[in-house]
């Protein structure tokens, strides 16, 4: 049974489509690229897992289980970590408060831990507000929100925007070493083709909210 696993959906807001015959299966320990240009509906595909989008047909399962109407607020019980585009930080807390809040459910040592090993930039900065962090360690900040719930399988919306080419690749580098490190499964939203070239085992390709492509990275490179 793979972990995450979308089965021909139709996606959108208001009843509006935005994205449709969406199939792919995420298993145990894969990493997934999403590609396509702007508005072909990369982030309306990843949100309807989180019930930020709308499911208007077909099914989401995590473990084999119809996830499709689990709201936003059940997503971390429900084993998915999503990251949001933007950052998802409280700016008036401090980087501590921060992932303590995201982890208020399990044990706050255990939580801060976590979240220092994979990111110890984070650690030199725990008591800076998050207004006062640059952009990679408030993208670092909510990657390690997402991680502390121990999820399964997690949802990465273009965590590399807005950053400079540097930090991009210093980024991309701790999150690869942090999935890894937890044997984490992946969905990862780029605009970056040769990001999601060198990440992912997997890719989706849309085009105006059609898939064109859905498979194994390797045949996407020797097609194209
Ligand atoms: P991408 O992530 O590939 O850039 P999106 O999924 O963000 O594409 O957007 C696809 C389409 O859905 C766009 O036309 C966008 O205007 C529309 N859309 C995105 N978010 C919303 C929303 N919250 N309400 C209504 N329409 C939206
Ligand atoms: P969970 O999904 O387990 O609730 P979150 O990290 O998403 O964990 O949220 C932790 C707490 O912070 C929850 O009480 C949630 O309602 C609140 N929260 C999360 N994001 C926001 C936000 N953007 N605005 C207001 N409250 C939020």
Not at 24 to 51: E, M, P, Y
Not at 109 to 124: G, I, N, Q, V, W
Not at 141 to 154: D, E, F, G, H, M
Request: glycine share 10%; hydrophobic share 40%.
């Amino acid at each position: 049974t793979p972990y995450l696993e979308y089965r021909d959906i139709t996606a959108g807001y208001n009843g509006t489509e935005v994205v449709s015959q969406v199939s792919f299966a995420v298993c145990k320990g894969q990493r997934w690229g999403v590609l396509g240009r702007n508005g072909a509906g990369k982030s309306t595909t990843l949100a309807a897992a989180v019930g930020l989008s709308q499911l208007q047909a077909g099914e989401i399962l995590l473990n084999g289980r119809d996830i499709g109407s689990t709201p936003i607020f059940q997503r971390s019980r429900s084993g998915l970590g999503f990251v949001p585009q933007g950052r998802d930080i409280f700016p008036s807390l401090s980087v501590e408060e921060n992932i303590l809040v995201a982890a208020k459910n399990g044990n706050a040592s255990e939580a801060l831990d976590m979240a220092y090993t994979m990111f110890p930039r984070l650690k030199e900065r725990r008591n800076n507000g998050g207004t006062q962090l640059s952009g990679g360690e408030q993208q670092m900040l909510s990657i390690a929100r997402a991680i502390v719930t121990k999820p399964q399988v997690l949802l990465l919306d273009e965590p590399l925007e807005g950053l400079a080419p540097k930090v991009r690749q210093e980024l991309m580098a701790s999150i690869t070493d942090m999935i890894d490190e937890l044997g984490l499964a992946c969905v990862l939203v780029e605009q970056y083709v040769d990001v999601i070239l060198d990440f992912s085992q997997h890719v989706l390709v849309l085009e105006s909210g059609r898939p064109v492509y859905t498979g194994p990275t390797e045949d996407l490179r020797r097609d194209h």
